[in-house]
T-cell receptor, first 116, second 115 residues
Framework: GAVVSQHPSRVICKSGTSVKIECRSL??????MFWYRQFPKQSLMLMAT?????????EQGVEKDKFLINHASLTLSTLTVTSAHPEDSSFYIC????????????FGPGTRLLVL | AQTVTQSQPEMSVQEAETVTLSCTYD???????LFWYKQPPSRQMILVIR??????QNATENRFSVNFQKAAKSFSLKISDSQLGDTAMYFC????????????FGAGTQVVVTP
């Protein structure tokens, strides 16, 4: 089956620093990837859609200058949380679409971010 | 705009018993997909079952089956012969064919399977 990885699985950083989270499709090419945020005991909230070779599309209310997304290749999308603050602490999940099958998403294992 | 509603925050079921999770959705679209995802304590999202709206037959995957009522916009999940490993958060999700893959998730239902 299709595998999506995320790195790191967990990260702790100091307030004011930037953190980069990688999302990779290991055995398929993903023209589209999604980034979600999930607070404890809550649902997944879509942050942005990442398309290879073009600018990401952000959902309403998501600060694009704070959450920088780069989809530089067909197997890698990165999310950089800039000038992180404690309120950015959350669980970040990526997903990838294989080929043109928009109805089939493969999820990464998630990254737990803790900002002190 | 589409909405997905899961009205049961938590459900408890004993091993080997059956539990049914409810999900309703609202849309004006005619072509769409419905999903149930499982998120165990590891927090890895796992696809449980998928239903295409144009199919009248209810989807089934081993112990998991759905009751899809298109007119009522209802999409419930039945877990039969519950196992301890079924303990997880279950999310109902909706996708239209023109949404470019954007899933709309419900709030989730925590299922606890007890011995």
């Amino acid at each position: 089956g299709a595998v999506v990885s995320q790195h790191p699985s967990r990260v702790i950083c100091k307030s004011g620093t930037s953190v980069k989270i990688e999302c990779r499709s290991l055995d398929f090419q993903a023209t589209t990837m999604f980034w979600y945020r999930q607070f404890p005991k809550q649902s997944l909230m879509l942050m942005a859609t990442s398309n290879e070779g073009s600018k990401a599309t952000y959902e309403q209310g998501v600060e694009k200058d704070k959450f920088l997304i780069n989809h530089a290749s067909l197997t890698l999308s990165t999310l950089t949380v800039t000038s992180a603050h404690p309120e950015d602490s959350s669980f970040y999940i990526c997903s990838a679409i294989r080929g043109g099958a928009l109805e089939t998403q493969y999820f990464g294992p998630g990254t737990r971010l803790l900002v002190l | 705009a589409q909405t997905v509603t899961q009205s049961q925050p938590e459900m408890s079921v004993q091993e080997a018993e059956t539990v049914t999770l409810s999900c309703t959705y609202d849309t004006s679209e005619n072509n769409y997909y419905l999903f149930w995802y499982k998120q165990p304590p590891s927090r890895q999202m796992i696809l449980v079952i998928r239903q295409e709206a144009y199919k009248q037959q209810n989807a089934t995957e081993n112990r998991f089956s759905v009751n899809f009522q298109k007119a009522a916009k209802s999409f419930s999940l039945k877990i039969s012969d519950s196992q301890l490993g079924d303990t997880a958060m279950y999310f109902c999700a909706f996708l239209t064919t023109d949404s470019w893959g954007k899933l709309q998730f419900g709030a989730g239902t925590q299922v606890v399977v007890t011995p």
